[in-house]
Nanobody, 124 residues
């Protein structure tokens, strides 16, 4: 059974930083892409960032480029999202997602496995 478990969410002031982590189990994600996707209240899920299995390829949503960094540790099968210069519009539930391929796509529909999400709230 595939499990993706996120941690690290919380409340932070605008301009601050948070680091999210996702632990994967039940499937070998070390050969496929993983991503972070977020969903704000009343909005559709939005692609945030993705990383290939070796880390050589990454992809970021336009709204987070230059502020967020995705990384992974294949030995531990974890994926992290370092979020800096946070803005109120970054407030959302952040989901870890896994793909069946190594393509770092920006479409939410390209990801097949999902965690339960972790809440990030940025106060202005």
């Amino acid at each position: 059974q595939v499990q993706l478990v996120e941690s690290g969410g919380g409340l932070v002031q605008a301009g601050g930083s948070l680091r999210l982590s996702c632990a994967a189990s039940g499937r070998t994600f070390s050969r496929t892409a993983m991503a972070w996707v977020r969903q704000a209240p009343g909005k559709e899920r939005e692609f945030v960032a993705a990383i290939s299995w070796g880390g050589a390829s990454t992809n970021y949503g336009d709204s987070v480029k230059g502020r967020f960094t995705i990384s992974r540790d294949n030995a531990k099968i974890t994926v992290a999202l370092q979020m800096n210069s946070l803005k109120s519009e970054d407030t959302a539930v952040y989901y870890c997602a896994g793909s069946r391929s190594n393509y770092v796509g920006a479409l939410v529909s390209e990801y097949d496995y999902w965690g339960q999400g972790t809440q990030v709230t940025v106060s202005s």
